[in-house]
């Protein structure tokens, strides 16, 4: 029998939701590299990216108020699925109980989609997550590796531009594995775009 797409996974008390296998990274610590899901899930890369029918459908099958915050984060980069995203977002608002919602981003969603996204974003969801990964510009290119030459810019104007909006809260994240001076350097730039810095531990 053919194997169920992972279209959502349990994290702990969270359910994380994996919209899409695309992205304009390539990160030198990016769990994809070294296995096929996340946290004991089932394989994560997507014979197809799911309709919104195949996302309610996934999602009509959970309990969504048992779940302490819903993410929107698996294989790939969620706004590369912006109006999928938004759609799913307000589905599950319309559910009575839906906990807090919450995107880790790489922060590259208005350079994928050509235009700010803030607002977008923040309208539906009550925390954004920016990956900073480092906190110079030349760390950050050499770890992230993107695509896009302005991404380091790109990722700064997004973060600050959730902030303005007032709707969300906005943190950004690094690991633990960068060196110290890169975690300060981190902090210093969080503080100048007005976001928090949030230290994770690598998961490998």
């Given amino acids: 029998m053919k194997k169920a797409m992972t279209i959502s996974y349990e ?6 939701i ?10 030198t610590f990016c769990i994809r590299n070294n296995a096929d899901g996340a946290y004991g899930s089932d394989p994560l ?11 309610k459908a996934d999602l009509g099958r959970r309990d969504i108020a048992s779940y302490d915050e819903i993410v929107f984060c698996g294989y790939g980069e969620p ?4 109006d999928v995203l938004v759609e799913t977002a307000e589905y599950l608002r319309s559910m009575e109980g ?20 803030a ?42 531009d959730c902030v303005k909006t007032g709707k969300a809260k906005v943190m950004m994240s690094v690991v633990d594995v960068i060196p110290e001076e890169q975690i ?8 100048s775009l007005g976001a928090t810095l949030r230290v994770r531990t690598y998961d490998e």
């Fill in 45 to 55: 890369w997507l014979e197809h990216e799911p309709s919104m029918e195949e996302i």
């Fill in 98 to 117: 839906c906990p807090e919602l919450r995107i880790n981003t790489n922060g590259l969603g208005d350079l994928v989609n050509g235009r700010s996204v």
């Fill in 11 to 16: 994290v702990g008390n969270n359910l994380y």
């Fill in 184 to 191: 300060e350097a981190s902090r210093k730039v969080c503080e």
């Fill in 79 to 82: 706004t590369e699925r912006l």
């Fill in 119 to 160: 607002e977008d974003l923040c309208s539906v969801l009550d925390t954004v997550s920016v990956s900073l990964n480092a906190g110079t510009k030349d760390e950050y290119m050499k770890v992230t590796r993107p695509k896009f030459k302005e991404a380091w810019e790109a990722m700064q104007k997004f973060t600050a």
């Fill in 18 to 27: 994996n919209l899409t296998n695309r992205c304009p990274c390539a990160c």
